[in-house]
């Protein structure tokens, strides 16, 4: 079974980074198409970034396309979503998520297709 464990959430001001983690464990990460998705109060779980390491293949939602990258370490079965110009907009909580049906030509950004999923970890922009 796979696990996955995020960290690097906080609180930081407009204009500021940051990097999130998603530490995986019991399978490794490359068996897996890997996505991030956040989730604001009040709000549906959308997709933010994910990762098909077959082709290299990224895709991004058009709201943070330009200012987050998602990046994986696959000697530290690790999975990082670099934050830069973060807006007050981007404040929820971010989950990692890993799709196990390698075989999808894409990344999906629909929440159903990923099989697993970490706690979350909160990121909270203030203006």
């Known amino acids: 079974q796979l696990q996955l464990v995020e960290s690097g959430g906080g609180l930081v001001q407009a204009g500021g980074s940051l990097r999130l983690s998603c530490a995986a464990s019991?399978?490794?990460?490359?068996?897996?198409?890997m996505g991030w998705f956040r989730q604001a109060p009040g709000k549906e779980r959308e997709f933010v970034a994910g990762i098909r390491w077959s082709g290299g293949t990224t895709r991004y939602a058009d709201s943070v396309k330009g200012r987050f990258t998602i990046s994986g370490d696959n000697a530290k079965n690790t999975v990082y979503l670099q934050m830069n110009s973060l807006k007050p907009e981007d404040t929820a909580v971010y989950y990692c998520?890993?799709?196990?049906?390698?075989?999808?030509?894409?990344?999906?950004?629909?929440?159903?297709?990923?099989?697993?999923w970490g706690q979350g970890t909160q990121v909270t922009v203030s203006s």
């Open positions: 019991g399978r490794t990460i490359s068996s897996y198409i």
């Open positions: 998520a890993a799709d196990s049906y390698t075989s999808r030509t894409i990344v999906s950004g629909r929440p159903r297709d990923y099989d697993y």
